[in-house]
């Protein structure tokens, strides 16, 4: 790729194919030579390429599988409001018992033994996309919120799918704005960056998903050296992916149902 017979200079697009090993022979050599020239972007990419591959070595079936009903946010606290209704503190206790036990058991649920099957490369895609770009002070997005309009517009075209960036402002986020990325075999991908009360940052990555097998149920994944965690799901070849750092993994659900929610309304207008 070439302007006026020279090379168009490395963007964030291309480290991104580099990455995923999307990048054609001479752009692949293009973008060598400038991580040779670049020693902090280099070691910071090398390691998340070694990072994919640990990820894809040791992470499997068990590891995608759904999350239990029981789990749900909304079934945990139908619960605990019924107890509540009927004065029964036995009951709460139980059903505080339950909490605790069954998400601790579900975290433990998530460790995968080795030589499972890799992880699905759009949650892969996922949580490096929010590892690389949360960390980002200078230019965490390349769209920023105040023009949101345009942003939603120049994506729903890129993926050609209509878009909405959900309004995560009740449970505390506010929307700093996205970015397009590129996803496995080139398929563009789009990443909506918020940020939280103390400045912490979630993002939400959506991309066409054919590779089957998964539904609409919530799933988790996470990079456990990192502490990042994902809830994801596909919906209608469609996938999507809520990751954040350090959050709580019931406060990261709750995002994750909303956005799911708001996601199933703007589809059914």
Known sequence: MTVNGDPLPVGEDDLQGWLDGHLGQERHARVEAWLAENADTAT?????????????SSLGERYAAPVPARLRV????????????HGLHRIAAVAAWLLIGGVAGWAGHGLVPQGATAMRPMVAEALSAHR??????????????????????????????????????????SLLGGRLLAGAAGDPAAQL??????????????RADRAGGAGTEFRFAEMPAQGVTAFWWVDRGFGFAVAAEGLERVMLQRVAESVHRQVARSQAL
């Open 193 to 206: 960056m918020y940020a939280g009360p103390g400045a912490e940052r979630l993002t939400v990555y959506l």
């Open 74 to 85: 909304a079934h945990l606290l139908t619960a605990r409001r019924q107890s509540r209704l």
């Open 132 to 173: 690389v770009f949360a960390a980002d002070a200078a230019r965490p997005v390349e769209v920023a919120a105040a023009q949101e309009a345009q942003l939603v517009g120049w994506l729903s075209n890129r993926l050609g799918r209509p878009l909405v960036a959900p309004d995560l402002a009740p449970l505390g986020y």
């Open 44 to 56: 910071r990419f090398r390691a998340m390429a070694t990072q994919r591959q640990a990820l894809r």
